[in-house]
Structures are given as C-alpha cells and as structure tokens.
C-alpha cells in the first residue's frame, strides 16, 4: 500500500465511449501527476498538478483531459480514444517543499489498465 | 537535455547470486535519483532515493550508490530470491522547484530457483 489509490484497475472501452480515472492520494503531498507506460518505452509524463494548479502539459492530445479539485484528488477524463491509447495509466504524488529534507520522492498507485478497441 | 540509460535491458541471474543493476544520466546536474521496482501489470514501488549530497542508500539486501561526477547509479542486490524478479527503474529529478523525472527504460530482473 503506497498511499496512492487509482480506479478502476482495469478498464476496456470503446472509441466513442466517456469514461474517468480516478487517483487518490493519503500521504499529504501537493503534487500529483499522470504517466503513460507502453510497452517498451520509458514513462511518459503527461500532466502535473501542483497544489490543483496545472503546471505541466505535455503535448498531450485534447482526447485526455485532466482534473484536480483538491491536492487529494486527480482525474482523467476520457473520449473519443484511440486503440494505440490503450497502456497502464499511473498516477504519482510527491512533495515540493523545498525546505524539508527527503523531498521529491515519487509515489506511485497501482495504475489503471486501459484497453481501446 | 538529461538522458538516462539502464543496460542490460534484462539479466537472469541464478538464486543466492549478488548482482548489480546500472544507471547513467548524460547530466550530473542532479537533484536526487530514485530506484523503482516494478512488477508486471503493476505500478512502481519507490526502492531508494539518493539526494544529490549523497553518495549512497541501503535498505535490507539493497544498497545505491551514486556518483554524480561520472554520471552512474548503481543498485546493488545481494543473495538474489526468485521474489526479486521484477523490472527495476531508476529517474532522475533534475531540480527542486521541477515536476520533471526523467526515467530510464528498466531491467528486466529474473532470479532463477
């Protein structure tokens, strides 16, 4: 148990179909993030969130569009996805306060496993 | 633009075995370096992270070291279990005010009974 919890853990979807992922986190961090992982390739970062304020998109596509109401709470809202979309989504938090030591290590859920057909 | 590398891509090794898995970064300008385990289908569990002034972390059979000069992490496995296969990550924090890691592409580890 990291303290990050993503839902649902699996996922298959149409292309025309909405859907959510959801990631939750109990450790008291201010940032949060959504990965990417395909196979063979290195994590793509594609969104963070610093205190609910939106400080990183990584070019992505308009189809993924993200959402933080609160430092606790991450989304990802879904649509019109492509089948090369399909990959395990990882949500991550970690702390930025500069000012304490042991900051800046990365935690991560348990992802969310996405099918697109 | 920062690099990171792990080679080998994957290693068997047979159980009892100590070993040890690379990490290269292309710029020493570091803020820390963390270790990740990953197994299949799962997400990342945070190993070790290493701040810049540090030269090295242990916990249990494992141990890190880090030596920004020349650019490499080490991570070191001693008396390797069949439960250490797993694919073993590390990322790079290039500075304390960035959201970026930059991660490499794993080993994959398999340690045979």
């Known amino acids: 148990e990291t303290g990050v919890t993503q839902t649902p853990r699996h996922l298959v979807m149409g292309m025309t179909n909405k859907k959510s992922l959801k990631c939750e986190q109990h450790?008291?961090?201010?940032?949060m993030y959504w990965y990417k992982q395909s196979a063979k390739k290195p994590l793509e970062l594609m969104f963070v969130y610093n205190f609910k304020e939106q400080t990183e998109n990584n070019s992505v596509p308009s189809r993924f569009s993200p959402e933080c109401p609160n430092s606790s709470h991450l989304f990802l809202h879904l649509h019109t996805l492509q089948p090369e979309d399909s990959a395990l989504y990882l949500c991550a938090s970690s702390r930025t306060d500069v000012s304490a030591r042991g900051t800046g290590e990365l935690f991560f859920g348990e992802g969310s496993r996405l099918t697109v057909l | 633009k920062q690099e990171v590398t792990q080679i080998p891509a994957a290693l068997s090794v047979p159980e009892g075995e100590n070993l040890v898995l690379n990490c290269s970064f292309t710029d020493s300008a570091i803020y820390n370096l963390q270790w990740f385990r990953q197994d299949p289908g799962k997400g990342l569990t945070s190993l070790l992270l290493?701040?810049?002034?540090?030269r090295e972390q242990t916990s249990g059979r494992l141990n890190a070291s880090l030596d920004k000069s020349s650019g490499r992490s080490t991570l070191y496995i001693a008396a390797s279990q069949p439960g250490d296969s797993a694919t073993y990550l590390c990322?790079?924090?290039?500075?304390?005010?960035?959201?970026?890691?930059?991660f490499g592409t794993g080993t994959r580890l398999k340690v045979l009974a």
């Open positions: 290493i701040q810049s002034s540090q």
């Open positions: 450790l008291g961090h201010n940032a």
């Open positions: 990322a790079v924090k290039e500075g304390p005010g960035t959201y970026k890691y930059i």
